[in-house]
């Protein structure tokens, strides 16, 4: 009941990609017609070629000569070709679009998905819907949509022309029918279990090399390469195995056609030899007989040998809906209150969350945030630091109480102004495979290349970019693999300030930043977000201390807040991490080392 529900869902679905090409299809479909009548006329010429003529002996009949008949038989050759490339070409065009029309879909469906889908789908997994499963429905529409009626119409009509000639040869041709339905039946049956596996090890297959080529430098570090090829080879294994069965049985199916069909070719010359039920037919009916059988198999043998293609299509067509129909982690980056200006004033109203609906990370926080004040976030690991800021960025919504940005509770805000006017870096910035200066423009036109040359003075990042063969217009290698953490974090930073954000969110952003070039950086920190909300995240401890307020974090509370002079004198938990920070320090640098940290020395 569950197979049938889900297979009448997907039929639905296929219906719906269908409906847009509905014109195309009728036409292509109306010259498939015409081209099948040709290839049943075609036999027709021949038999009276044999019968009126060559048997005969005689050149001419009733004013038609032989060499009419052959011209007419070129004809319908040349016209029949020329209207089957119109119609493959006319697929291949529908099936192109198809590709294009689905790939920007589900692209831009990826693109307006909120961080909680992301979080529980894999990018191997969205890469092979996008890749693999579109290219699936893409040969369904080139190989089957309009084959599959031009076949059945052929099947028709050759059934029609049989029968008109000799109801005793066509019945005693339809005997292996029935043979032909049940071997079909049996065999495709097993074949649709098998490919629906098969889809499921390429998925496994696919999202396993993505991962393990993205993350090639984890697995060096660890020394699990022989583990990954062991991985690998199970999975690569399991694929063949599926493909090697279905493979057999793909073959087996059209070898029980051939013997079928020439079978049925047989049973048509014994007939007429024997005289069996009275059948006596000439030469050329013989040939129009035996030809029919054999382009009858063709169209057949089509529709079995695209069982595949269906099939493939119809998990595809699931798997690529199982996506699309996700409507509710749709983003609406055009609903709310659109801000031209934001002055950076946040607030958090007895703010509760949780990712799982079930285990708070934030339990009743409260806190405020002026117009250009500089805070930091401190806390051990999962105290909830990094969930505020993603918050404040709405990338995910709250369960209990308010977040305030100018006095605006935050789910009024227009998503897109909203996140234009915060900019944030994180410890591992991406670097796209592109241009250092798209790299920093990231498609928005309206920054000028002087602009993104004063991002990249702003950055410390000068000396870095001249140094390139390109400049600027170098080309980045994937994830930036060609520059060191170091570098993609001074890029970090020249994108956020070439954007120019209201609200500054800094995630342990100067960690792989030596100390002097880090305090060139927060010298342009400070001079750009004089007048702008700072937030920070950082281990180094040291690194915050002249913020304007710490908010201490233990547990998903909020424990403690003030200036770093202020903690200190009460001697609480976060005193405690400072001290502990500092003697952590102290054991790796000896008793006798020195450490600065801006203008800290420790």
């Not at 869902?9 to 296929?14: E, F, G, N, P, R």
């Not at 090639?216 to 570090?221: C, E, L």
Request: proline content about 2%.
């Amino acid at each position: 009941m569950k197979g049938k529900k889900q297979r009448d869902k997907t039929i639905k679905q296929m219906a719906e990609m269908i409906r847009p090409y509905l014109k195309i299809i009728v036409i292509v479909t109306l010259i498939s017609f015409m081209v099948n009548i040709g290839e049943i006329v075609k036999p027709y010429f021949i038999k009276v070629a044999i019968d009126d003529y060559m048997s005969k002996g005689i050149w001419e009949n009733a004013g038609i000569t032989i060499g009419m008949i052959g011209a007419a038989y070129l004809a319908i050759v040349v016209i029949g070709n020329i209207l089957n490339f119109i119609a493959d070409t006319t697929t291949n065009m529908m099936g192109e679009n198809v590709v294009y029309n689905l790939r920007n879909k589900l692209y831009q469906f990826i693109q307006f998905a909120n961080i909680p889908f992301h979080d529980k789908t894999s990018a191997g997994k969205l890469f092979v819907r996008t890749t693999n499963d579109v290219e699936d429905i893409s040969t369904f529409f080139k190989e089957v949509v309009t084959e599959y009626l031009k076949d059945v119409i052929l099947i028709v009509v050759i059934l029609a022309m049989m029968l008109y000639m000799s109801i005793q040869m066509s019945l005693l041709s339809f005997i292996i029918v029935p043979f032909i339905v049940v071997s079909s039946i049996v065999i495709t049956t097993i074949l649709k279990k098998i490919y629906e596996k098969s889809k499921v090890i390429r998925t496994n297959v696919n999202t396993f090399l993505a991962e393990s080529i993205y993350g090639i430098k984890i697995i060096k570090i660890f020394n699990r390469q022989k583990e990954k090829q062991a991985e690998c080879e199970e999975l690569n294994k399991q694929f063949r195995d599926s493909k090697l069965m279905a493979g057999i049985l793909e073959g087996l199916l059209p070898a029980i056609m051939i013997i079928l069909e020439n079978l049925g070719i047989s049973l048509i010359i014994w007939a007429s030899m024997e005289h069996w039920l009275g059948i006596h037919l000439e030469v050329g009916v013989i040939f129009m007989f035996v030809t029919y059988i054999k382009k009858i198999f063709e169209p057949i043998n089509n529709i079995i040998e695209n069982i595949e293609v269906v099939q493939e299509a119809m998990v595809s067509v699931n798997r690529i809906y199982e996506i699309l129909d996700q409507t509710p982690y749709q983003e609406d980056l055009e609903k709310g209150r659109k801000l031209d200006k934001i002055e950076g004033r946040i607030e958090f109203k007895h703010v509760w969350f949780s990712y799982d609906n079930e285990n708070w990370i934030l339990k009743d926080v409260s806190f405020v945030i002026e117009p250009g004040q500089s805070i930091a976030l401190v806390g051990k690991t999962g105290s909830g630091k990094t969930t505020i800021t993603n918050l404040i960025n709405r990338f995910y919504e709250i369960q209990k109480g308010e977040i305030l940005i100018d006095g605006v509770n935050i789910q009024e805000i227009n998503i897109r102004s909203l996140r234009k006017k915060i900019g944030i870096i994180l410890q591992d910035p991406f670097i796209f495979a592109t241009d250092i200066r798209e790299n920093i423009r990231l498609g928005d036109t309206n920054i000028s290349d002087e602009q993104v040359y004063e991002a990249i003075r702003l950055s410390s990042a000068e000396e870095f970019v001249n140094s390139l063969p390109n400049g600027m217009y170098e080309v980045a290698k994937e994830r930036g693999t060609s520059y060191s953490a170091g570098e993609k974090q001074l890029l970090a930073f020249a994108r956020i300030f070439a954007h120019n954000p209201s609200i500054f969110i800094l995630d342990e952003a100067t960690a792989n930043i030596d100390t002097t070039t880090e305090k060139l950086i927060q010298k342009s920190i400070d001079k750009i977000s004089a007048q702008k909300t700072s937030i920070f995240i950082a281990h180094r401890l040291a690194t915050i201390v002249n913020v304007d307020k710490i908010i201490v974090l233990n547990k998903g509370e909020i424990v403690e807040s003030g200036s770093h002079n202020e903690l200190m004198q009460t001697g609480g938990y976060y005193s405690q991490l400072y001290n502990s920070y500092y003697e952590s320090l102290t054991r790796i640098m000896g008793s006798s080392g020195t450490v600065l940290f801006g203008d800290v020395t420790i």
